[in-house]
């Protein structure tokens, strides 16, 4: 670029700045670098988003939003990319010595933002922390397969496994698996590393007011140039506003569009971005509470909710309604298992043999977080529930809220749930929420109204087995189980609409895992 050039691109942006700052309310963040051949490509890109980030710990939020955040700033040993395949990040190959034994080899020259070099010691203290009851980490189960993990050198990671493990490269490439800095973290403190964190992520933190707006740029160490010079992560909890953002430029993406709002920016300058996800939309149930120890209030609520006539008239006929706590084309989906029925009838029938008594019923459920609609879903169940005389009074909680609560496992009632299916595979979401030590395993563990020790027992097994048709038998087994306990109301695998402007070409995965490197966000 010749000098002349550079010049006029910098007295451009100092103008186009001046005129910001002159005409666009504040709060607003707009910031564009113009290429001089007319065409005009965002550098700061400003994410439009219904929930907020409250705190850097990866090991503690299963929650969209902070996931987004925290995909982008710190790395997992494996990539996830959007087609559901696998790809070098901290770690460049793995293999297998034997049926309990897994090797890495670490990538060298990886740096965490502060310059620290990145070592097998801090895949070492994550893999230790993910697992420390005193973390409190809700991704406990999902690493409990490990028995123990060793360096063979400063970039060599040896995991051994209690068992035969066909899924480790997967549990380190998806949720729980965000490499921390052992040094920095150790030096620090969790609740310092909680506002002040750092990764070896394509982005660094610049900015953070927590549940409102975080700041991120460009890590220059990073091996791989991200498309951005900043993202924010801006809090606008109202569909309406996002929408108006978006249009008017304030923002260049945003979440949780509702189908019927898409089409409002199907514009020339913007336009949605519509995939049906690959995880489940469905409410865990506290069996712990009264009444819903008793299973014919659990089946109940689940034959009063008429799926299909929500799939119609709030997800525009694209959600799929699920049939079984597995999502189809996983390993051990059974396409030819019934669907739920809808039958108010029968539901009355078992409200009326459970003894109920009117005895009011907990449901907490979101606003509008992930489908722009989660509100006028949980009110059309509602009243589906009160038309077979169950008393269900919503509560809608603030994401930092649902956030506490889920890493406490301090739901009371039904609560909204949105889980990825990791893996392709039943592990990936039914073992790894219902194992023993999986997030929503004490809610069914239950003295007295459910013992899961066969389904454990299934399960344990299962997760062994790297013969796929074999594990799915198994899966079979585990599900007949599930469906007759009925721990989970199963609803849809929704679909997923993000707002984008034109200018990018955007590839979310079917875990929603919006990493922005080079093969989710791309140039148009």
Do not use: C
């Not at 990539?79 to 049926?99: E, G, V």
């Not at 977080?369 to 919503?394: C, H, P, Q, S």
């Not at 889980?419 to 809610?443: C, E, K, T, V």
Request: hydrophobic letters at 45%; proline letters at 8%.
């Amino acid at each position: 670029m010749s000098r002349e050039t550079q010049l006029g691109r910098e007295i451009w942006q100092m103008d186009r700045r001046r005129f910001l700052q002159l005409s666009v309310p504040a709060g607003v963040m707009l910031s564009f670098a113009r290429v001089l051949d007319g065409h005009a490509a965002v550098s700061n890109m400003v994410f439009g988003s219904a929930g907020g980030v409250s705190r850097f710990d990866p090991y503690l939020s299963t929650d969209l939003v902070e996931n987004i955040a925290f995909f982008n700033l710190f790395d997992n040993p494996v990539r996830p990319l959007p087609d559901s395949s696998l790809a070098p990040s901290l770690a460049l190959s793995w293999s297998t010595t034997n049926p309990t034994t897994w090797v890495f080899k670490l990538r060298q020259g990886a740096t965490w933002h502060n310059g620290d070099p990145f070592t097998v010691e801090d895949m070492l203290f994550s893999l230790a922390r993910v697992v420390d009851p005193a973390s409190r980490s809700i991704f406990a189960g999902n690493f409990a397969v490990i028995d123990k993990a060793s360096a063979i050198d400063s970039h060599t990671l040896q995991i051994t496994t209690k068992g035969p493990d066909p899924f480790m490269p997967m549990r380190l490439a998806n949720y729980g698996s965000h490499v921390l800095p052992h040094k920095y973290f150790q030096s620090v403190g969790p609740a310092k590393f909680a506002s002040e964190p750092i990764g070896t992520g394509p982005y660094k933190l610049k900015e953070f007011n927590p549940g409102q707006v975080v700041v991120l740029e460009r890590h220059p160490g990073y091996w791989e140039r991200p498309l951005m010079e900043t993202i924010t992560i801006r809090r606008l909890p109202e569909l309406s506003a996002r929408v108006a953002a978006l249009k008017t430029g304030e923002v260049h993406m945003i979440n949780g569009v509702s189908p019927d709002a898409a089409p409002q920016i199907d514009t020339g300058t913007t336009r949605p971005v519509t995939s049906l996800s690959g995880s489940a939309f469905f409410l865990p149930i506290n069996m712990r509470t009264a009444p819903l120890g008793n299973k014919d209030i659990r089946h109940a609520l689940s034959l009063a909710i008429d799926r299909d006539s929500i799939s119609k008239n709030l997800f525009a006929g694209q959600a799929q309604p699920l049939k079984e706590p597995i999502l189809p084309g996983s390993v051990g989906a059974d396409p030819s298992r019934p669907a739920l029925r809808y039958d108010p009838d029968m539901a009355k029938s078992l409200v009326r043999k459970a003894g109920y008594r009117n005895e009011e019923i907990l449901f907490e459920t979101l606003a509008s977080l992930y489908f722009g609609v989660d509100r006028d879903i949980a009110e059309a169940m509602t009243a589906m529930w009160g038309a077979v005389g169950l008393n269900v009074k919503m509560s809608v909680l603030e994401p930092a809220v649902r956030a506490q609560k889920n890493s406490a496992r301090a739901f009371n009632g039904l609560f909204a749930a949105y889980f990825a299916s990791q893996y392709n595979d039943a592990a990936g979401l039914l073992w790894r929420s219902m194992n023993p030590s999986g997030i929503l395993a004490h809610y069914w563990n239950v003295p007295g109204a459910n013992d899961p020790a066969k389904f454990n027992e299934l399960g344990a097994k299962a997760v062994q087995i790297f013969d796929e048709a074999e594990r799915a038998k198994i899966y079979k087994e585990m599900v007949d189980i599930f469906l007759d306990v009925m721990p989970w109301i199963l609803l849809f695998q929704p679909p997923i609409i993000y707002g984008t402007v034109r200018e990018f070409k955007l590839s979310p995965g079917p875990n929603i895992l919006l990493n922005f490197r080079k093969e989710t966000l791309a140039p148009a």
